[in-house]
């Protein structure tokens, strides 16, 4: 199978590589030391660890999705556009990078709204995809992804069932599923994890993929694919910057921002190297195509039925 091409039912798995593209102090570990009144004023870096992605997905011959906020894309439309122009998909990962549990349903939706808008006058027309900041569609606002179904997207990437101090929802499901039987019904696909002995293990992005040694990467990936689960890999510009910001940060906060950062490029190119490829929104497509996907209602204030 060629590269970049889409595993499907009788081929293997492929490998999907995310980029959530937004600024450095958008991680929520900033948020208390760069509050967003002071972000315009902030050294703005993302077109920069942004184009490396770019280069690096190129020299491999790689598709990507990349998941943009809203902020950015007002900002960086030519970014926008130069993303799509190599041939990725773009997604949407919001407008102002709130976490969603703290938003009412109103709310969510105003902010999802003014993300389409901001991404289309950069000329990007009806993503498919949704990714919410920190994976934070989180239980009791599971219910918030009918929101994403009427604003006409095809799938969310948002849910990450596994234990995390801000947005783990351990006791969701672990593979895909529908929100309702018919054509339209929003796909809900879940982040990576390995199941073992009871616990839902990650390794695909971010802090967990800077800080575990590649054979201990490598070694829950080819777990989580015998179960069936794909790796998506998630990472975000700051994430291939040599930008060291100074806000003071907490030890735990300065591991799971900064830690090990030199090592994302190394890996992200370590995986490039083997494989096939899709971007979500092949892997979507792919999906729907099957039979056979569970319909999971979400129930207001309480997850999913
Ligand atoms: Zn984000």
């Known amino acids: 199978m060629a590269r970049g091409a889409t595993g499907n039912a009788t081929s293997p798995t492929p490998t999907i590589i ?66 799509a122009r190599r041939g990725h998909e773009v997604g949407c990962h919001s407008y102002g990078h709130p976490e969603v549990f703290h938003l009412t349903i109103t ?85 990576p994890t390995w199941r073992c002995a009871g616990v839902n293990l990650p390794f695909s992005g971010g802090g967990y993929l800077r800080l575990l040694p590649w054979p201990a990467f490598a070694f829950l990936r080819e777990r989580a694919r015998r179960q069936g689960v794909p790796a998506i890999v998630y990472l975000h510009p ?26 994302m490029p190394v890996k992200l190119e370590r995986i490039l190297g083997d494989g096939i490829f899709a971007t979500l929104g092949e892997h979507a497509r792919n999906l729907c195509a099957g039979d056979g996907l569970p319909v999971r209602r979400p129930v207001p204030g309480r997850g999913l039925a």
Not at 43 to 51: I, P, Y
């Open 107 to 191: 709310e969510f939706r105003e902010d999802v709204e003014r993300a389409l808008a901001a991404l289309a006058r950069a000329g990007i027309e009806r993503p498919a995809g949704y990714r919410a900041p920190s994976f934070s569609v989180t239980p009791p606002v599971h219910h918030y992804l009918s929101v994403l179904q009427d604003l006409g997207f095809r799938y969310d990437c948002s849910l990450f069932p596994v234990r995390h101090p801000r947005y783990g929802q351990p006791r969701s499901p672990r593979t895909p599923f529908r929100l309702g039987p018919g054509p339209d019904d929003l796909l809900v696909i879940p982040m």
């Open 18 to 83: 995310t980029i959530d593209v937004e600024e450095w102090f958008h991680g929520h570990n900033y948020l208390a030391h760069v509050p967003p009144s002071t972000w315009a004023n902030q050294e703005l870096r993302v077109e920069r660890g942004t184009h490396r992605c770019l280069d690096l997905l190129d020299r491999h011959g790689v598709k990507a999705t990349f998941f943009v906020l809203g902020w950015t894309a007002e900002r960086f439309p030519d970014l926008v556009r130069e993303i």
């Open 238 to 263: 700051w994430e291939m910057d040599d930008f060291r910001p100074e806000a003071k940060l907490a030890p735990w906060q300065r591991l799971r921002s900064q830690g090990q950062q030199d090592t």
